[in-house]
């Protein structure tokens, strides 16, 4: 090592999950739609579906993001919001492209591998938002659920599962339903909180493998 250089620390995960995949969204009501169908399409393709909202605990959520990022085969980022909110003083929000560098950083550095995919929902608006990742495909989903469907389906064209946008959207329909019951069962207005959320995946993976012949 040259003088001056400091060793990166040496980073032990548990294990990492081949299936695993860290979602990195905005966590807001009017995102719930795509998440729902980030959930459902994720699960189409035989994968899980990780966030840190579904790990409770005290310890800082910057070390709950990375280690979730180091223990996952994958990750996918989302960017689109990148509007300012109404409160002030009115702000542009910084945690998604943060997170997208976290993972970028690992993907480079690790010692095993991790892929990292880009969503947005506008064509072209990157090169001024984050004009840093340049060169890079991001996919486009229009800020609509059939969109993200669609982008799932080129973003893992390489999957040895390969579910159809139809079959797809019939898992979207299975999730947006178990929403509206985990809502009521659960008394809450929101279904990002740990057991909304790991209830989600549950229900997609179950209607994933009555939809898709290969997940059987």
Same mark, same amino acid.
């Given at each position: 090592?040259?003088?001056?250089?400091?060793?990166?620390?040496?980073?032990?995960?548990?294990?990492?999950?081949?299936?695993?995949?860290?979602?990195?969204?905005?966590?807001?009501?009017?995102?719930?739609?795509?998440?729902?169908?980030?959930?459902?399409?994720?699960?189409?393709?035989?994968?899980?579906?990780?966030?840190?909202?579904?790990?409770?605990?005290?310890?800082?959520?910057?070390?709950?993001?990375?280690?979730?990022?180091?223990?996952?085969?994958?990750?996918?980022?989302?960017?689109?919001?990148?509007?300012?909110?109404?409160?002030?003083?009115?702000?542009?929000?910084?945690?998604?492209?943060?997170?997208?560098?976290?993972?970028?950083?690992?993907?480079?550095?690790?010692? +095993?591998?991790?892929?990292?995919?880009?969503?947005?929902? *506008? @064509?072209?608006?990157?090169? %001024? =938002? &984050?004009? /840093?990742?340049?060169?890079?495909?991001?996919?486009?989903?229009?800020?609509?659920?059939?969109?993200?469907?669609?982008?799932?389906?080129?973003?893992?064209?390489?999957?040895?599962?390969?579910?159809?946008?139809?079959?797809?959207?019939?898992?979207? +329909?299975?999730?947006?339903?178990?929403?509206?019951?985990? *809502? @009521?069962?659960?008394?809450? %207005? =929101? &279904?990002? /909180?740990?057991?909304?959320?790991?209830?989600?995946?549950?229900?997609?993976?179950?209607?994933?493998?009555?939809?898709?012949?290969?997940?059987?």
């Amino acid at each position: 090592m040259k003088p001056g250089r400091r060793r990166a620390p040496n980073y032990k995960p548990s294990g990492v999950d081949p299936r695993a995949l860290f979602i990195n969204i905005p966590y807001d009501d009017d995102f719930e739609p795509l998440y729902l169908a980030l959930i459902a399409g994720l699960c189409g393709f035989g994968l899980t579906p990780r966030a840190t909202l579904e790990i409770p605990g005290s310890q800082r959520r910057l070390d709950r993001i990375f280690r979730l990022i180091r223990t996952c085969r994958y990750s996918f980022h989302d960017i689109s919001r990148v509007e300012l909110d109404l409160n002030r003083p009115r702000t542009p929000r910084f945690n998604m492209p943060f997170e997208l560098g976290l993972a970028v950083a690992w993907a480079r550095t690790a010692d +095993r591998p991790h892929g990292w995919v880009v969503f947005e929902a *506008k @064509r072209h608006r990157q090169q %001024k =938002s &984050l004009s /840093d990742i340049n060169g890079t495909e991001i996919y486009i989903h229009g800020a609509r659920p059939v969109g993200v469907l669609r982008a799932l389906t080129n973003a893992l064209e390489k999957s040895r599962h390969r579910p159809t946008v139809q079959q797809l959207q019939g898992i979207y +329909r299975d999730v947006r339903a178990a929403a509206v019951r985990i *809502k @009521r069962d659960l008394a809450t %207005k =929101s &279904l990002y /909180d740990t057991r909304p959320f790991r209830e989600l995946v549950t229900l997609a993976q179950l209607s994933a493998r009555r939809r898709v012949a290969s997940l059987r």
